[in-house]
């Protein structure tokens, strides 16, 4: 069964510093997503990706947040320079269509330090 | 703004079902998405309802779905101690493409 790959699987960084969070969504999908879970909180929205742009994105996804489609299978997000409260499990999802039946890769757990 | 509420803890014997509620605030969505997320593990799609239909069996699993007191449930049958997880509801507000997830249950599946 066709899967959401992210990397790496856990990822410590010094607060100030920079990180890229990797995604390879399933390859005949067209939209990306980025939600983020804080320990113990619910899910959250960060951004919606299709046809090379943003389609969508909540307001945490503020100036420090970037997402990238850098070739046909990678997509990144960036956060540029990190914060404590930046620390959370990061998940990305693809979907074939715009709505629902997203499937999820199993996340990225960003501590910042 | 949308809101989303479900009970946060839910114990029951294996072999009993397990009945986890959602209530949500936006009607506008087309479809109502249940999720598990097992210990360190991603969110896995375990089932989704039309927004149209008041009920939906899959296998073990029915989603019941009450639009006039906007009230989503998930019964599992024959519960497992598998089937031990957090159970988060989610829906599309305005009927678009990112999900507004419930604050999640975790249930405990107990021998």
């Known amino acids: 069964e066709p899967e959401v790959t992210q990397t790496p699987s856990h990822q410590v960084t010094q607060m100030g510093q920079e990180v890229i969070l990797r995604c390879v969504p399933i390859?005949?999908?067209?939209?990306f997503y980025w939600y983020r879970q804080i320990l113990g909180q619910k899910v959250e929205f960060l951004v919606s990706?299709?046809?090379?742009?943003?389609?969508?994105k909540s307001e945490i996804f503020d100036d420090q947040f970037s997402v990238e489609r850098p070739d046909g299978s990678n997509f990144t997000l960036k956060i540029r320079s990190t914060k404590l409260e930046d620390s959370a499990m990061y998940f990305c999802?693809?979907?074939?269509?715009?709505?629902?039946?997203?499937?999820f890769g199993s996340g990225t757990r960003l501590t910042v330090v | 703004g949308e809101d989303v509420e479900q009970s946060l803890f839910l114990s029951v014997r294996e072999g009993d079902s397990s009945v986890i509620n959602c209530t949500y605030t936006?009607?506008?969505?087309?479809?109502l998405y249940w999720y598990k997320q097992e210990p360190g593990a991603g969110l896995q799609l375990l089932t989704y309802?039309?927004?149209?239909?008041d009920m939906k069996q899959d296998q073990r699993l029915t989603v019941l779905l009450n639009k006039k007191d906007k009230h989503l449930s998930l019964r599992i049958a024959d519960t497992q101690t598998g089937d031990s997880a957090i159970y988060f509801c989610?829906?599309?507000?305005?009927?678009?493409?990112?999900?507004?997830f419930g604050t999640g249950t975790q249930l405990k599946v107990e021998l």
């Open positions: 999802a693809s979907s074939e269509r715009g709505s629902g039946g997203y499937t």
């Open positions: 390859s005949n999908h067209l939209y």
């Open positions: 990706f299709y046809n090379n742009e943003i389609s969508e």
């Open positions: 936006d009607s506008s969505s087309t479809y």
């Open positions: 309802i039309f927004s149209n239909m």
């Open positions: 989610a829906f599309s507000p305005g009927g678009g493409n990112k999900l507004t």
